[in-house]
């Protein structure tokens, strides 16, 4: 029931959203919503039990060569521990996320998460269990090996939360030039899906832009948006075969990797200047 209640919740605050501040004009319940919402349901229990399995272990082999760190740390007041959790969890998505792009037995996994051809609120939870368990545990377990306080790291993962449905929903919200490098938006985040491959290569952060912005990988051009999303070759959109898909053996590949898109194919193929337009489907 309490699965249900946190999407009944996430459907009455951004379907609304979507309507007043929609991006692009698309419909409530768009193409393969089930597929996703089948996702969401199955990675709770599996992403959360791997995540206790990978954390109890680290927490096991670091418990005495971590005790006096994890005391100075657990010392400090609350909102510093916060932002300090912010810093190390998202600097160890960046590292993880970006690695998915470059190594190809991760973007086998990752691609699934790329196959979305519509972006909502809904379209962050299409993604392989593997893969968002190897990016959730780059980021989280660190932050429980620190020694971090429980209230503290319950905040981040309320930001977490919110912030991935936040970053892929089709809502039109901007912030202004303090602001726009220093918390992630779906104008950051919806390049990193467009069909272009070497755009997709860039905007690796979760909830920090300026990390891009310091490892030389962001992308976001003022009074423009991606006029495209997915990969260039559709997947077949089934949770079944798409949670098998990075294990099968095929002939071709899902997509190329980015990498390889860098330098096969031409720059900005699928991105267009679409200021002060809404791009139908």
């Known amino acids: 029931m309490e699965i249900l209640r946190v999407l009944l919740l996430t459907m009455i605050i951004f379907i609304p ?18 597929n996703d919402t089948v996702f969401w349901i199955a990675n709770i229990f599996a992403i959360g039990s791997i995540l206790t399995i990978v954390i ?11 005790a006096g760190l994890q005391g100075a740390v657990h010392s400090q007041p609350e909102w510093l521990q916060f ?4 810093l190390i969890a998202d600097l160890g998505f960046y590292l993880a996320h970006r690695a998915m792009h470059a190594v190809p037995c991760l973007w086998r996994l990752h691609v699934v998460h790329h196959s979305i051809e519509e972006l909502d609120w809904l379209a962050g939870f299409r993604a392989h269990p593997l893969d968002q368990s190897i990016v959730k545990s780059a980021s989280v377990v660190p932050v429980f090996l620190l020694g971090f306080s429980s209230n503290a790291i ?20 901007r912030f202004g030039p303090g602001l726009r490098w220093l918390l992630a938006t779906p104008e950051f985040h919806h390049w990193h899906h467009t069909k272009d491959g070497a755009i997709r290569d860039k905007n ?4 920090l832009p300026f990390l891009d912005a310091i490892f030389g990988t962001a992308y976001m051009p003022k009074g423009r948006r991606p006029t ?11 949770y079944l075969l798409q949670f098998v898909m990075p294990f099968r053996r095929t002939k071709t590949r ?23 337009k809404h791009q139908s489907r």
């Open 154 to 173: 319950g905040a981040y993962f309320l930001l977490y939360a919110w912030q991935s449905v936040f970053l892929h929903s089709n809502v039109k919200i």
């Open 17 to 34: 959203l979507e309507r007043i501040l929609a991006i692009r004009n698309q419909k409530v319940f768009r193409q393969n919503w089930r």
């Open 228 to 238: 495209s999303f997915g990969i260039v070759e559709p997947m077949r959109q089934h």
């Open 204 to 207: 690796f952060a979760g909830q």
């Open 56 to 66: 109890a272990i680290a927490m096991f082999a670091g418990r005495r060569w971590m």
């Open 83 to 86: 932002v300090e959790i912010l």
């Open 254 to 276: 899902p997509d190329t990797t980015p990498a390889e898109a860098s330098r096969d194919s031409p720059h900005r193929a699928a991105v267009g200047d679409t200021r002060g």
